[in-house]
């Protein structure tokens, strides 16, 4: 069974940074691009950013372009995001998820099998 466990998330005031970390177990961690996603309340989740399965290829949002880095740890079946410069409207559950297949960086929703509980990230002063 595949296992998806987010950590990092809490309060920061604007301006500051978080580094969030996402746990995948029970599969072939570095064979699946795996991706960052964020939901606020009465939004839909809104796609953050993606690395491929090597940690090669990367892609974000337009939002978070130039202030979000993702990036990977295969040794450790780990994913991180490292946000820095947030505003208020970075404020949301954010969520990791692991793709369903290798060949793609998936931008949606829909490309990705399986996810975690969400970790939640305030951005207030």
């Known amino acids: 069974q595949v296992q998806v466990i987010e950590s990092g998330g809490g309060l920061v005031q604007p301006g500051g940074s978080l580094r969030l970390s996402c746990v995948a177990s029970g599969r072939m961690f570095s064979m699946y691009p795996m991706g960052w996603f964020r939901q606020a309340p009465g939004k839909d989740r809104e796609f953050v950013a993606v690395?491929?399965?090597?940690?090669?290829?990367?892609d974000y949002g337009d939002s978070v372009k130039g202030r979000f880095t993702i990036s990977r740890d295969n040794s450790k079946d780990t994913v991180f995001l490292q946000m820095n410069r947030l505003r208020p409207e970075d404020t949301a559950v954010y969520y990791c998820?692991?793709?369903?297949?290798?060949?793609?960086?998936?931008?949606?929703?829909?490309?990705?099998?399986?996810w975690g509980q969400g970790t939640q990230v305030t951005v207030s002063s």
């Open positions: 998820g692991a793709a369903y297949t290798a060949s793609l960086l998936p931008k949606t929703t829909r490309g990705y099998a399986y």
């Open positions: 690395i491929s399965d090597s940690g090669d290829r990367t």
